[in-house]
């Protein structure tokens, strides 16, 4: 919503990029949450909720990742795995160096407010 918003007050309206965006975001939370709602939707202040915080996280950025590198190598005319390979290739380090600090900080925020 928020997006489409965005794209409307810029008056950038481009409806098939639009659509694609709302898209991706749609499935890259819907495949995150599917995997959330796995683990029984566990307390937050439980130590077991962290693994699933970080298995939803993981498939929410794959699911996101694929999505868009499918979409640019169609546009493209390029391998998707070369496009994954180039796009992710000096930040996946610190993407999952932002998760591994990211979700035991969140969890820690949640239970010690």
Sequence with gaps: MGSG??????????PLKLLFNLANLTLSVSAGSAVWSLGGNADLASPLSIAWVTLAA????????????????????????????????????????????GVPLAGMWLVYP
């Design 58 to 101: 993981l498939v929410y950025f794959a699911v996101n990742a694929l999505l868009i590198a499918t979409m640019v190598g169609l546009v493209q005319e390029l391998p998707i795995g070369l496009v994954l390979r180039r796009s992710h290739a000096n930040m996946l380090g610190s993407d999952l160096a932002l998760l591994a600090v």
């Design 5 to 14: 918003l965005g794209s409307l007050l810029r008056r950038n309206l481009q």
